[in-house]
């Protein structure tokens, strides 16, 4: 697959980096709290220094105060800060990277994991894993993603922090180690820096009582709708591995071992808010974001599964089996991502073809 290759950005949307330049239609997206493009496009508010969502419930910025991204990294690079009202740890994770380099998403699913410190030396660590130089790795994230490695695995720590802080009530020096942040110190001049408060004054006000170690973990994890909830435990129930996943009560059970460490993690469906509840036991909560990036790979959460629908019902075959199960998407693997793997070893790791789409629709539709 060629690294040069970029994914479409929306109609009549022109992209400089991942900085988006059409401004007069982003701004109408705003205006309109136009929730098709949450997790696609995010503003930056210059009289502010912050960025949000397109579903932010603020009264929108004066049109000459906004610059518009592709990216949360993007934004982030750029000197704004995440809002505190629409959260954009919370919004749909699309990861429009898939399918635009091999490199760019083989990295990008290793950092989800955790596998960049905070160092430069971890770049060129990264980038010798990958089979690349360090200077062609930042020269890729600069061209796919608008923001370098550092600043991509930084964003997400600091939102994947500000995740634990807002929705659980882990003590900080467990939310720090979670995120990834090498020392509590780090943690909190990052915080200070960004949001000119400790982490602490984020954390809602009277949540219950802190968590023990070794609570469960509950996350809510959001994907763009619609989600065919019930074709998705189905698929999966066809390939359980009884002895380590099963359904019960309309959820998904797994017992997860890492680093020789054993817990187990269910996933049940929130409808009302496009989302599903990960519930995450686990002795080590820095195991934390490897457990969740594999739940969204799992559940194929990053799907902008509209856009596929739209594109597979051309095919007249496969019209009426999407009209009957809107949302229906492709399970991938808890190790590794199974549709990927049958385009052979070079394949993204992280990515779905949309013939995985079609493939699951019949599957589904008893075709074979």
Not at 210 to 230: C, E, F, I, N
Request: glycine share 8%; proline share 7%.
């Amino acid at each position: 697959m060629s690294e040069n290759r970029q994914r479409a950005p929306a109609a009549g949307v022109r992209i400089d980096g991942m900085e988006i330049l059409d401004r007069e239609a982003c701004y109408r997206v705003f205006q309109t709290h136009d929730a098709r493009f949450d997790g696609r496009i995010f503003v930056g508010v210059t009289s502010t220094g912050i960025y949000c969502r397109p579903v932010c419930p603020a009264r929108p910025p004066k049109f000459e105060n906004c610059r518009y991204f592709a990216s949360a990294a993007a934004a982030q690079e750029a000197g704004f800060r995440p809002c505190l009202r629409c959260r954009p740890e919370t919004a749909p994770e699309l990861a429009f990277w898939r399918g635009s380099s091999n490199t760019v998403s083989r990295a990008m699913k290793l950092i989800a994991e955790g596998a960049l410190d905070e160092s430069e030396a971890g770049v060129e660590a990264l980038a010798e894993r990958l089979g690349v130089g360090g200077r062609q790795l930042r020269r890729l994230f600069q061209q796919h993603l608008g923001a370098s490695p550092i600043a991509v695995a930084q964003t997400r720590r600091v939102l994947f922090a500000k995740h634990l802080i807002h929705d659980t009530r882990l003590p900080m020096t467990e939310v720090a180690l979670s995120a990834g942040f090498g020392s509590v110190r780090r943690f909190n001049e990052i915080f200070l820096k960004m949001f000119g408060r400790p982490p602490s004054a984020l954390r809602r006000k009277g949540g219950g009582p802190a968590q023990a170690a070794g609570d469960a973990v509950t996350l809510r994890l959001s994907y763009r709708p619609p989600y065919d909830w019930p074709g998705m435990l189905d698929a999966l129930a066809a390939r359980a591995d009884r002895e380590l996943e099963w359904i019960a009560d309309g959820a998904w059970h797994r017992r997860i071992a890492l680093d020789g460490k054993a817990g187990t993690i269910a996933v049940a469906h929130l409808p009302e808010r496009n989302a599903v509840a990960v519930t995450i036991r686990f002795p080590d909560v820095r195991a934390l974001p490897a457990v969740v990036a594999r739940v969204k790979r799992v559940f194929d959460l990053g799907a902008d599964i509209a856009t596929i629908g739209s594109h597979l019902a051309r095919d007249p075959r496969l019209a009426p089996l999407i009209a009957r199960r809107p949302g229906l998407r492709a399970p991938g693997g808890w190790e590794d991502d199974t549709a990927g793997a049958s385009l052979g070893p070079d394949a993204p790791p992280a990515w779905r073809p949309w013939h995985a789409y079609a493939a699951q629709h019949l599957r589904m539709a008893g075709h074979g």
